[in-house]
């Protein structure tokens, strides 16, 4: 499962392309599906900002990590 991947290695996933910010922000590309995970390293948790799609609505999800 990727969660699961993300949990154990958190930061093997690289960060989003063009992406300018001080905080450690990574996404999970899944295998089978035109989705990605948007998660951000904190240092108790892993917060997951978004599931989305790549080719829909680009970048939608950047708001969330504000």
Known sequence: MPWREIERHPR????????RS??????????????????????KEILVAAVAHVSRRPNYWRSRLK
Not at 12 to 19: A, D, G, I, Q, T
């Open 22 to 43: 001080t905080r450690d922000i990574r996404r999970l590309l899944l295998p089978r599906f035109p989705y990605s995970i948007i998660y951000e390293i904190r240092p």
């Open 12 to 19: 093997r996933f690289s960060k989003p392309p063009k992406l």
